[in-house]
């Protein structure tokens, strides 16, 4: 079972920071494929921070990361805001996180800049593997 | 927001489909139901086959529509500065 940790310096630094690791996010491999078939150099991959938010039931992409790599949406999702539920685009998106790749996941786009991160991980991702957050030793340690 | 044709057909058809294809998922492109799968991964492959990068609309047929929820984004108290 490959792992991976994150180990913050100091291990406040957890508590102050989050759970944040380097990412990158994609166009799923599908996607990929079919464009190099037709010729169609796909958009590389943009490379950021990503964190992890367990309060999150989906996960998040920022807005001008989907508007680079062209992503069109694939479905529609209900999402609670303030003002209530409203509708919103879904989009696939490829994450690569260190010794993980998760090729397809529908996400919504939000607009993240000032967070300074580029994805936010929900529970849909984490639903793929475990997490231990070793929150006296400031360590996060993923398991796929 | 795109796909509204698509979503409003889907809701249109969404109590008859549930007979035939409850958690299976649906592709579908205008006011056409494209095909049925057992995953969103199967679904989506047949999208892009047929469809390229257009915008096209897959949906798990399920009786209650599952609403996603980011309070930290909602409430605007995430932090990732390090």
Redesign the interface.
């Known amino acids: 079972m490959p792992i991976y940790e994150v180990q913050f310096s100091p291990p406040e ?1 957890l508590r ?3 759970a ?1 690791f380097p990412i990158e996010v994609s ?2 491999q ?2 990929v494929d ?2 190099t078939k ?1 010729g169609i150099t796909p958009p590389p991959p943009v490379k950021g ?1 990503a ?1 992890i ?1 367990t ?4 996960s ?1 992409v920022d807005l001008l990361v989907l508007s680079s790599l ?13 003002a209530g ?1 409203t ?3 879904l989009y ?1 998106a490829r994450f690569i996180l260190p010794r993980l790749v998760v ?2 996941s ?1 996400v ?1 786009g ?1 607009d993240l800049r000032p ?3 580029i994805a ?1 991980i ?1 529970r849909d991702i984490l639903s793929r593997f475990i997490m231990i957050y070793h929150g006296n030793a400031g360590r996060v340690t993923l398991a796929f | 927001m795109e796909l509204e044709e698509e979503l409003k057909f889907f809701e249109s058809k969404r109590a008859e489909w549930l007979e035939e294809y409850r958690d299976k998922y649906v592709l579908i492109k205008g006011k056409e139901l494209i095909d049925v799968f057992t995953s969103l991964e199967d679904a989506y492959k047949e999208g892009v086959k047929r469809y390229g990068n257009q915008p096209f609309f897959i949906k798990k047929v399920s009786e209650v529509e599952p609403t996603e929820i980011t309070p930290s984004l909602m409430l605007g108290v995430t932090r990732a500065n390090l």
């Open positions: 630094a102050s920071s989050g944040i166009l799923p599908i996607l079919h464009l037709q921070r964190i938010d309060g999150a039931s989906i998040v062209q992503i069109s949406p694939i479905g529609v999702a209900t999402v609670l805001t303030t539920p509708n919103q685009n696939p090729d397809l529908a919504i939000a967070l300074q991160i936010l929900g």
